[in-house]
């Protein structure tokens, strides 16, 4: 099985070092967020996910869920439950929300690091609390008083689960066409009918209630998206004190048989006339999706970097010992009957591929995660409304750039392994098959593209990258005169140059012609996440020079930096070119011709 250590030395360096979280916090008012606190938060998260949910990995893997069809049950694998009660009674579930709602209320950017782990350790496992974030941010931000009593604390708490009921059997992307109807009753409650399949935690044993936040139609809604209203449907009906009762009519049909993440249930969903109370405005639920996706966005992003971050340190043990001929330039240990697998400059590409997006992306989910408090607790409202356009941008590219990269990751980790890595026991074919739902769902990557070039460029006339660019240019300017920043500075400064034409230039033709956004969209994607990382790693090579830490770190992240810029931001020379092939290579064949 592959092991996992919590890299407590790359976070706190991505924390205090490149960031400087602590004296961020300070000024956002987080008094208690204190370095001592945060440090035992850290430690005992590592402690927790490397001794309590990474040995049931495996067993989550091999048992799977179970489902019990007369009674709608589903039973999670051995030893999910006692996790999850221990989760829940070291107040995790509560980390970083409000003390109003019973939470802890350090900042949300603690959650970053706390999420890498969990899902680095058990990815199954952290699928239960994960989407229970959407479903307190939506109350929070869209419901009712008696909601927000009602559900909050409960949740916050862990005693109960949140789920996200969006899809059906015909609409994935597309939730216009949604068919789940919500019909209002005179009590002011509606009535919720339709069946929502592939549903994350919609079914389980590990608390006594379940929330599902499920989209439906009302009867005058209008067509398509504008139609869609949200509405909260708990297991257990909750009336509007809060008191429990009766058993709501909703249940779990039947549960999919997966690829990979099999510890975590995943569910057909039956809303048979099911109690449920409307959050937000009629047909304006879209507001409340986005309040949700927004956050599981940036945690299923986690999820990427979590098994690459096990990925690589299972794959560089290896490197380490396994033996396999000589080094190409004469022997390295001739002690040995041949070289580890790491002289190899093959292996060393797959290693420095890992290493380099892994801890890249580490600084990309944790820069996001401080612009969500900033956004949230800066006193002065034009820094609040700069940093939401931030994080709006780099949402996208932080989902869809870390999961892409954590296929590749596991990939290349399992690479390292040569024929063992194939063989169930070393684990990696796990990690693989755990990560290849990461693009897939919270939306696709290509639904993250068109989101990233749409919505987040087109639409706002690139605002949130034009507040990236100002970011990476303060950076430059402060360290102009840097000698030994010079080698990073220099290149990032021309992709930004680079990165502002080519946006320029899809503009242009989208005037055009609109297909043009979604010609070159995932390029795009691509090409911002790699320039993201760039300034990410320069940024890195800066801090570790200022700090405390040994020559040995510093040296390391100066190498990872500069394999970086040699061998990983070139990519984007391709995704430019792709870009601005424009749409005519792709649109050009009729749909008919495909099959020619
Ligand atoms: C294990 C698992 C767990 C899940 N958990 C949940 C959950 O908890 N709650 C929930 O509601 N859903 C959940 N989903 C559903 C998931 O979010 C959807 O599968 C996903 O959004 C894609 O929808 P779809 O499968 O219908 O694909 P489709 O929408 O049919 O897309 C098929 C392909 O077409 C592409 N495509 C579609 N439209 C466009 C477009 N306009 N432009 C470019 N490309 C396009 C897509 O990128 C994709 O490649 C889960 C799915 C799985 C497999």
């Given at each position: 099985m592959s092991i996992y250590k919590a890299p407590l030395t790359d976070i706190r360096f991505a924390l205090y070092d490149v960031l400087d979280a602590e004296t961020l916090f300070a000024k956002l008012g987080y008094d208690e967020a204190t370095r001592d606190l945060l440090d035992a938060v850290l430690e005992e998260a590592g402690r927790f996910t490397e001794t309590v949910l990474a040995p049931l990995n495996g067993v989550g893997d091999e048992v799977g869920c179970r489902f019990d069809k007369a009674s709608g049950d589903v039973t999670t694998p051995p030893g999910f439950r006692e996790a999850y009660a221990q989760f829940i009674d070291n107040g995790w579930t509560g980390l970083t929300a409000a003390p109003e709602f019973?939470?802890?209320?350090?900042?949300?950017?603690?959650?970053v690091p706390l999420n890498e782990m969990i899902n680095a350790a058990n990815l199954a496992w952290g699928n239960f609390p994960l989407l229970s974030h959407g479903a307190v941010e939506a109350l929070k931000q869209h419901g009712e008083n008696w909601q927000r009593e009602a559900f909050l604390k409960p949740i916050v708490e862990g005693r109960w689960t949140g789920t996200m009921c969006l899809t059906e059997p015909h609409c994935g992307t597309d939730l216009g066409l949604l068919k789940t109807r919500a019909e209002p009753n005179a009590d002011g409650s509606y009535s919720i009918t339709g069946t929502k399949i592939?549903?994350?935690?919609?079914?389980?044993?590990?608390?006594d209630n379940i929330v599902h936040l499920v989209l439906a139609k009302l009867p005058d809604a209008p067509p398509g998206a504008k139609g869609i209203s949200l509405f909260v449907t708990p297991k257990f009906k909750v009336a509007r004190d809060g008191s429990v009762g009766e058993r709501n009519a909703v249940r779990c049909g039947s549960i999919e048989h997966k690829m990979g993440i099999k510890g975590s249930v995943t569910c057909v969903m039956n809303f048979d006339g099911a109690e449920g109370y409307l959050v937000?405005?009629?047909?304006?639920g879209l507001q409340g999706m986005f309040t949700m996706m927004n956050t599981a966005r940036l945690g299923v992003g986690l999820q990427g970097v979590g098994l690459s971050e096990r990925a690589y340190q299972n794959a560089l043990r290896y490197s380490l010992d396994r033996l396999q001929t000589r080094s190409l330039s004469g022997a390295?240990?001739?002690?040995?009957?041949a070289d580890p697998i790491i002289v190899h400059p093959d292996v060393r590409r797959m290693l420095l591929s890992i290493k380099s997006l892994v801890e890249g992306s580490r600084l990309l989910a944790l820069h996001a995660g401080t612009l969500i408090d900033v956004a949230h607790h800066a006193k002065d409202p034009a820094e609040r409304e700069r940093a939401d356009v931030l994080v709006s941008f780099l949402t996208p590219i932080s989902k869809a750039c870390q999961t892409e990269w954590g296929i590749e990751n596991t990939y290349n980790a399992l690479q390292c392994?040569?024929?063992?890595?194939?063989?169930?026991?070393?684990?990696m074919e796990q990690l693989a098959r755990d990560a290849r739902i990461t693009t897939l769902y919270e939306g696709t990557t290509g639904i993250q593209s068109l989101d990233l070039m749409g919505r987040k460029t087109a639409a706002t006339k690139g605002a949130g990258l034009k507040l990236f660019m100002a970011e990476v240019e303060a950076f430059a300017s402060q360290h102009e005169g840097d000698a030994a920043l010079a080698e990073f500075i220099v290149p990032l400064r021309q992709k930004t140059v680079e990165w502002a034409a080519l946006t320029q230039g899809v503009l242009q033709r989208a005037a055009l012609d609109p297909e043009e956004i979604g010609a070159a969209s995932t390029d795009y994607l691509f090409y911002s996440g790699y320039v993201a990382l760039a300034y990410y790693w320069a940024r890195s090579v800066a801090a570790a020079n200022a700090s405390s830490h040994g020559d040995a770190f510093k040296q390391a992240k100066l190498e990872t930096a500069r394999f970086y810029f040699a061998?990983?931001?070139?990519r984007t020379l391709a995704h430019a070119a792709a870009i601005e092939s424009g749409a005519a290579p792709l649109m050009a064949m009729d749909a008919e011709r495909f099959g020619a």
């Open positions: 019973g939470g802890q209320g350090l900042p949300h950017a603690m959650g592939f549903i994350t935690a919609g079914e389980h044993d590990l608390t937000g405005q009629p047909h304006k390295k240990f001739p002690e040995k009957p392994f040569g024929g063992h890595g194939y063989i169930h026991e070393h684990g061998r990983m931001l070139p």
